[in-house]
């Protein structure tokens, strides 16, 4: 199983328009059912995308949406 965050990499990777981190929440909650549809762990799919951002591997547009 391959975890949240390369899964969320690889989301805004494959993805031809920019994504919201509430459209990667629900995205990632569809692609593991384990996963319950929280505030905190939207929360945390933002910090995820942030932290990528920081490490330069995605990019954040001027709406606050996330591109490869």
């Keep these: 199983m ?3 965050t390369i899964q969320l990499l690889e989301m ?6 920019a994504i ?3 459209g990667a ?6 692609s593991n ?8 762990n939207t ?9 990528l951002v920081v490490r330069g591997e995605i990019k954040k547009n001027k709406t606050g949406n ?3």
């Design 2 to 4: 391959k975890s949240y």
């Design 33 to 40: 059912p384990q996963l319950k549809d929280t505030n905190n």
């Design 20 to 22: 919201s981190y509430e």
């Design 66 to 68: 996330y591109i490869s």
């Design 25 to 30: 929440a629900k995205k990632l909650k569809a």
């Design 43 to 51: 929360l945390v799919t933002k910090k995820i995308l942030e932290m």
């Design 12 to 17: 805004v990777q494959k993805s031809k328009r």
